[in-house]
């Protein structure tokens, strides 16, 4: 009923930038929080990013002053702005979305990820 699509992953050089954009679509009534997770191999996914319908925005110490997470209500899309980054950002990121449906039913969605390689 509701697909996110990521895409912006990629390879970088410490130190480079990447923009990753996730774009949700199908029965949408309304999206309430969206984020951005990680999963680097051998561990469990981590939360990056959360941002609020307003725009408040939550962050992992370990991403603070480096990424910045935003949202574009109308498109339906959020986007983390990834910079200074670093071998241990090395993961697949995942979005994820809490929808509403249009028969009023609230779920959260996930991706299909995206990589990002960062090399030293």
């Known amino acids: 009923q509701v697909q996110l699509v990521e895409s912006g992953g990629g390879l970088a050089q410490a130190g480079e930038s990447l923009r990753l954009s996730c774009t949700a679509s199908?029965?949408?009534?309304?999206?309430?929080?969206m984020g951005w997770y990680r999963q680097a191999p051998g561990k469990q996914r981590e939360l990056v990013a959360a941002?609020?319908?307003?725009?408040?925005?939550d962050y992992a110490n370990s991403v603070k002053d480096r990424f910045t997470i935003s949202r574009d209500n109308v498109k339906n899309t959020v986007y983390l702005q990834m910079n200074s980054l670093k071998p241990e950002d090395t993961a697949v990121y995942f979005c994820?979305?809490?929808?509403?449906?249009?028969?009023?039913?609230?779920?959260?969605?996930w991706g299909q990820g995206t990589q990002v390689t960062v090399s030293s």
């Open positions: 994820k979305a809490d929808v509403t449906t249009w028969f009023g039913v609230r779920h959260s969605y």
């Open positions: 199908g029965r949408i009534g309304s999206i309430n929080a």
């Open positions: 941002i609020t319908t307003g725009s408040s925005a």
